[in-house]
Antibody, heavy 120, light 111 residues
C-alpha cells in the first residue's frame, strides 16, 4: 500500500524559506521510472504543479519557480524534501506531494496535503 | 508550457443526469503509444483523486459511470447517472511533458 504524508511548518514569515518533507511508504524512489512530485493549491484556486524528482535524481521544476525551488531525496529514509526560498503571501496554500505513476505519468497517490500560510 | 483549458468552469446538474466536461490542450499531447491526459476529482478539504489516466483508463475502484475520451488536443470527461457523491471539482492534467499542467477546474454542483 502506497502512502505519502507531508510535514513542515504551518506558518512562514514573508521572505523566509519554506522546507517541507514528504515521507512515503509502499515504494522506493530507487525504482526505475518513479517520481515524486509537489503540487500546491491556493485557497479556493486550482492545482499548480511545482516540480518533480525522479528515481535517477533528475529534477524538473516549474519555470515560474525554478529559481526559488529545490527538490532533494533521501532514498534510505523514503523522503523527498521541498525547499522554497523567498516566500510571500501569494505562496499561501495547501502543498501536496504525489507519486507519479510510471508509464502514464499520472499522480495516482497523493498525500493529505499541508496548509502553509505566509504571513507576518 | 502546455496550457489546459476546461469548460465549463462550473456546472449545475441533478442526480441522475449525464454531464460532460471538456478539456483542451494548447498543443497535441498524443504520443506514439498513448495520450497523456488524466482526470482528477477533488472534494472540499481533500486531496485530489485520480479517476482516469491516459484519456480513458478508469482507475481501480472508480465507478463505470465515469468515462473519458478524446485525442490530440480535445478531451472529455463524462459522468452518467450522476450520484450525490459525484458533486465535486474536476481537473484535467497533461503528463505529456514537464511542466505538468492542470486545467483550472470544473465545479459540479447540485441543481
Amino acid at each position: 500500500q502506497i502512502t505519502l504524508k507531508e510535514s513542515g511548518p504551518a506558518l512562514v514569515k514573508p521572505t523566509q524559506t519554506l522546507t517541507l518533507t514528504c515521507t512515503f511508504s509502499g515504494f522506493s524512489l530507487s525504482t526505475s521510472g518513479l517520481g515524486v512530485a509537489w503540487i500546491r493549491q491556493p485557497p479556493g484556486k486550482a492545482l499548480e504543479w511545482l516540480g518533480i524528482i525522479y528515481w535517477d535524481d533528475d529534477k524538473r521544476y516549474s519555470p515560474s519557480l525554478e529559481n526559488r525551488l529545490t527538490l532533494t531525496k533521501d532514498t534510505s529514509k523514503n523522503q523527498v524534501v521541498l525547499t522554497m526560498t523567498s516566500m510571500y503571501p501569494v505562496d499561501t496554500g495547501t502543498y501536496y506531494c504525489a507519486h507519479e505513476n510510471y508509464g502514464e505519468s499520472s499522480f495516482n497517490y497523493w498525500g493529505q496535503g499541508t496548509l502553509v500560510t505566509v504571513s507576518s | 508550457d502546455i496550457q489546459m483549458t476546461q469548460s465549463p468552469s462550473s456546472l449545475s446538474a441533478s442526480v441522475g443526469d449525464r454531464i460532460t466536461i471538456t478539456c483542451r490542450a494548447s498543443q497535441n499531447i498524443n504520443s506514439y503509444l498513448k495520450t497523456y491526459l488524466n482526470w482528477y476529482q477533488q472534494k472540499p478539504g481533500k486531496a485530489p483523486r485520480l479517476l482516469i489516466s491516459a484519456t480513458s483508463s478508469l482507475q481501480s475502484g472508480v465507478p463505470s459511470r465515469f468515462s473519458g475520451s478524446g485525442s490530440g488536443t480535445d478531451f472529455t470527461l463524462t459522468i452518467s447517472n450522476l450520484q450525490p457523491e459525484d458533486f465535486a471539482t474536476y481537473y484535467c492534467q497533461q503528463s505529456y511533458t514537464t511542466p505538468r499542467t492542470f486545467g483550472q477546474g470544473t465545479k459540479l454542483e447540485i441543481k
